[in-house]
């Protein structure tokens, strides 16, 4: 990145058009238009860098995803309609038939399910390890494994993964290292200079930061990236020049908001440590939390989420739902309201208790998404909600 990263989120902006306007306009366009015959030749052959049609490349959605190449410190770039169709795409256009995955098991549920219910229809095949067998990825890596998968830190539980020791795993072993960065955001935490050859964000979450509408974003390595434009420009899930528009805004604040995210976070992850009727804090700038140092390492702030253990189980989980006055019960995160969830009598709720443990969801585990409210008033709800 030439500038400092608020500079870039700010003046990084489609060139001015006729009319001088100061902020982008809204390019509300599915087609351009050519000069001439040789304009649309030389256009349709590569050989001008220009718009064609908006499933391929519209300004708004280039100004978007010029700014996180630049947050993320990536060659380029392609913007989807949503945070999935960013992590499908990127996996059908690099993997063919029989090749092999390796990812670490606390991933995104839709992730989860595309790995075990939709990539198997081509015979592509995930191995999975736990956050705490890093030290066996290196065994499940077979001759058809092409791509080692992660994200950290993990949703709900909030453990966190060694970017540096596993970037080196994948580069021994020529994979293709994709990190989904999405808890993080680029202002916390950049993969690339971890290894990471893509770096995959649902923009949705605390790059919208306000709940308002859906994207994803896949960024890396130059060539990876043609492959997966080229994928993307022909089986069509762009993101909305509209979206583009508004998440390109929110880019424009997205280093204040995490600041004050993350001091809030770290607020009532202080709190709840101190709170009686809390077993246990997962947060990963408490030096209580397992992988501290590592956390220390890799992020420059500790993130939004929190998760606890609330005594007395399920029924104490659902109890403090019901309790809770102000913050909201959703399943969105990253927005500027705090949201309170208990994944095991929820998302999770139809997982089997084994298969809930092996990705860090304890009967009493809650998930705080916290917001900007003012953390007294976050912590006050929290606090009532835990006293009943
Ligand atoms: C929400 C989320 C996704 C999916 O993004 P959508 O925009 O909802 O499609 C992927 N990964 C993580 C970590 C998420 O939190």
């Not at 989120?9 to 009319?19: D, N, P, V, W, Y």
Request: net charge negative; proline share 3%; charged share 25%.
């Amino acid at each position: 990145m030439s500038k400092h990263f608020e500079t870039e989120a700010i003046r990084k902006q489609t060139e001015r058009s006729q009319f001088s306007e100061h902020s982008t306009p809204l390019y509300l366009t599915s087609s351009f238009v050519f000069d001439d015959a040789e304009d649309m030749r030389a256009s349709f052959a590569e050989e001008k860098e220009r718009n064609l049609y908006s499933r391929f490349t519209n300004p708004n959605t280039t100004e978007f995803v010029d700014k996180i190449v630049a947050m993320e410190g990536a060659e380029a770039g392609y913007a989807f309609a949503t945070g999935m169709s960013a992590i499908f795409s990127s996996f059908a256009a690099l993997l063919n038939a029989g090749d092999h995955v390796v990812s670490c098991r606390s991933v995104f549920g839709s992730t989860h399910s595309m790995f075990t219910k939709f990539l198997p229809k081509w015979n592509i095949e995930t191995s999975y390890f736990k956050v705490e067998e890093v030290d066996l990825i290196e065994s499940l890596i077979k001759e058809n494994t092409k791509i080692l998968y992660i994200e950290t830190p993990t949703n709900p539980a909030v453990d966190i993964l060694d970017l540096d020791l596993i970037g080196k795993i994948a580069k021994k072993h020529n994979l293709i290292f994709i990190v989904d960065n999405c808890f993080a955001t680029p202002y916390i935490q950049q993969p690339i200079k971890f290894g990471a050859d893509l770096v995959i964000h649902s923009a949705t979450k605390l790059i919208d930061g306000q709940g308002r509408v859906l994207g994803g974003v896949t960024v890396g390595n130059k060539e990876l990236m043609r492959e997966i434009y080229l994928f993307a420009r022909n089986t069509g899930p762009a993101m909305s020049p509209f979206n583009a528009w508004v998440l390109s805004k929110s880019l424009e604040t997205l280093s204040i908001r995490v600041e004050k995210h993350c001091e809030n976070a770290l607020k009532v992850a202080e709190f709840l440590e101190s709170n009686e009727n809390v077993e246990f804090v997962k947060y990963p700038f408490l030096k209580s939390h397992p992988q501290y140092e590592v956390a220390k390492n890799q992020m420059k702030l500790g993130g939004n989420i929190v998760a606890f253990e609330i005594k007395g189980g399920i029924e104490a989980g659902r109890k403090f739902l019901d309790a809770i006055k102000m913050c909201s019960l959703s399943a969105n995160l990253g927005d500027t309201r705090t949201i309170v969830t208990h994944p095991s009598s929820t998302t999770h709720g139809r997982l089997s208790l084994e298969d809930r443990l092996e990705v860090g969801i304890t009967d009493g585990l809650v998930r705080v998404s916290v917001g900007l409210e003012h953390a007294d008033d976050i912590i006050a709800d929290i606090k009532q909600a835990l006293a009943l």
